[in-house]
Nanobody
């Protein structure tokens, strides 16, 4: 059974940083495309960042470009999201997701394209 476990969330001040981790177990990690999504209060789940199975391709939603960095360690079976210059609008529950499927520019941004999900970790940014 595949398990994704997020950690690293918490409270930060605007302009601060947090690093989220997502540890994967139960299947081979290095053939999984990975992504981070987030869901703010009263909002739909939205795409944040994507990294391909090899780590060679990364994509970000426009609102986090230049501030967030997604990376992965295939030895540790872990994907990371380094979040810098945090803003109050980044407040949300952050979820990591995984898929073995090939993705396109559109499909990688859709929650339905992912087969496995973590339980989420809360990130709160105060102004």
């Amino acid at each position: 059974q595949v398990q994704l476990v997020e950690s690293g969330g918490g409270l930060a001040q605007a302009g601060g940083s947090l690093r989220l981790s997502c540890a994967v177990s139960g299947r081979t990690f290095d053939n999984l495309n990975m992504a981070w999504f987030r869901q703010g209060p009263g909002k739909e789940r939205e795409f944040v960042a994507f990294i391909s199975w090899s780590g060679g391709s990364t994509y970000y939603t426009d609102s986090v470009k230049g501030r967030f960095t997604i990376s992965r360690d295939n030895v540790k079976s872990t994907v990371y999201l380094q979040m810098n210059n945090l803003k109050p609008e980044d407040t949300a529950v952050y979820y990591c997701a995984a898929t073995t499927r090939l993705t396109t520019y559109l499909t990688r941004q859709r929650p339905g394209s992912y087969d496995y999900w973590g339980q989420g970790t809360q990130v709160t940014v105060s102004s």
